[in-house]
Nanobody, 116 residues
Framework: QVQLVESGGGLVQPGGSLRLSCAAS????????MGWYRQAPGKQRELVAD???????NYADSVKGRFTISRDNAKGTVYLQMNSLKPEDTAVYFC??????????WGQGTQVTVSS
C-alpha cells in the first residue's frame, strides 16, 4: 500500500523558517511529478510548489521567493524549505503527486502554525 509520510511542521514566529519532509514508500518515486499542497481552515486545498521528475520547479505566487522544493529520488523523499514565514502560511501541509488523483491517497499531513 502506498504511503506518504509528512513531517517537520510546528509552531514558528513570523519571519521564521521550517523544513518539511515527505517520505514516500511503495511507489516508484522517481517517475512522479511531486508537489506540496496546503489546506488552511475553511479553505480548499491548494498546490503551493511542485517539482517534475526532471527537476523543473513551479511555485504559487503566494510563496515564490520564500519556499524551495527539492527531492531526493534515492531516498524517495521530497522537501519543502520555507523561509520568511507569514501568518497566512498557517495550514496543514501535504505532499502528493501532481495531479493529486494519481495515487488516490493522502497522508496525514503536517501542521504549520505561524504566530507570535
Amino acid at each position: 500500500q502506498v504511503q506518504l509520510v509528512e513531517s517537520g511542521g510546528g509552531l514558528v514566529q513570523p519571519g521564521g523558517s521550517l523544513r518539511l519532509s515527505c517520505a514516500a514508500s511503495r511507489i516508484f518515486f522517481s517517475i512522479y511529478h511531486m508537489g506540496w499542497y496546503r489546506q488552511a481552515p475553511g479553505k480548499q486545498r491548494e498546490l503551493v510548489a511542485d517539482i517534475t521528475n526532471g527537476g523543473s520547479l513551479n511555485y504559487a505566487d503566494s510563496v515564490k521567493g520564500r519556499f524551495t522544493i527539492s527531492r531526493d529520488n534515492a531516498k524517495g523523499t521530497v522537501y519543502l524549505q520555507m523561509n520568511s514565514l507569514k501568518p497566512e502560511d498557517t495550514a496543514v501541509y501535504f505532499c502528493n503527486t501532481v495531479p493529486s488523483t494519481v495515487l488516490n491517497y493522502w497522508g496525514q499531513g503536517t501542521q504549520v502554525t505561524v504566530s507570535s
